[in-house]
T-cell receptor
Framework: RKEVEQDPGPFNVPEGATVAFNCTYSNSASQSFFWYRQDCRKEPKLLMSVYSSGNEDGRFTAQLNRASQYISLLIRDSKLSDSATYLCAVSWVPPLVFGKGTRLSVIA | NAGVMQNPRHLVRRRGQEARLRCSPMKGHSHVYWYRQLPEEGLKFMVYLQKENIIDESGMPKERFSAEFPKEGPSILRIQQVVRGDSAAYFC????????????FGPGTRLTVL
């Protein structure tokens, strides 16, 4: 079983849609959780950390479900500029373990 | 407030040559991580270093690859006798001293082996 798994997509959604990604992890001792965004041929950029209580940053909401060992990312009112690959990352001790990413295409 | 810096951004080598990749962490960061990303693949951890110490090198290939983070200067990832399979994007990330797992990435070095 892979340590961190994501649906590779692609998710093709129209502008203004709401889209959600899940990411499952295998190590129940995991302590830190993150979502990164990676544009084609660029470096991953930190989108948000994921806290037990959930957290929101504008149109983005992240949730953690420890019992089921997954994290989620919800994007509301999708913009064309949201098109990218979204990587989840998990750690129990450094370093981070990354999923392969979920590709999102927002279509006009 | 410079972020993580990597150079060169693009590196072309012929089979058998050496590749040397450099990474300067963000100001105030003392932990450096190297990752490799093959085309259409996810990020794979290679090595985790602090100044003058290798903390975890479990992701490093056993041969030809080495890394260091000297007391002065950038972290170096060295690949000796490169092969075509080494062609990839190599990303460096840094994090603050203990207490935070948050990692910030540099722009990467794209290595092409001819």
């Amino acid at each position: 079983r892979k340590e961190v798994e994501q649906d590779p997509g692609p998710f093709n959604v129209p502008e203004g849609a709401t889209v959600a990604f899940n990411c499952t992890y295998s190590n129940s001792a995991s302590q830190s959780f993150f979502w990164y965004r990676q544009d084609c041929r660029k470096e991953p950029k930190l989108l948000m950390s994921v806290y037990s209580s959930g957290n929101e940053d504008g149109r983005f909401t992240a949730q953690l479900n420890r019992a089921s060992q997954y994290i989620s990312l919800l994007i509301r009112d999708s913009k064309l500029s949201d098109s990218a690959t979204y990587l989840c990352a998990v750690s129990w001790v450094p370093p981070l373990v990354f999923g392969k990413g979920t590709r999102l295409s927002v279509i006009a | 407030n410079a972020g993580v810096m990597q150079n060169p951004r693009h590196l072309v080598r012929r089979r058998g040559q050496e590749a040397r990749l450099r990474c300067s962490p963000m100001k105030g960061h003392s932990h450096v991580y190297w990752y490799r990303q093959l085309p259409e693949e996810g990020l794979k951890f290679m090595v985790y270093l602090q100044k003058e110490n290798i903390i975890d090198e479990s992701g490093m290939p056993k041969e030809r690859f080495s890394a260091e983070f000297p007391k002065e200067g950038p972290s170096i990832l060295r690949i000796q006798q490169v092969v075509r399979g080494d062609s990839a994007a190599y990303f460096c990330a840094s994090s603050p001293p203990q207490g935070s797992d948050t990692q910030y990435f540099g722009p990467g070095t794209r290595l092409t082996v001819l």
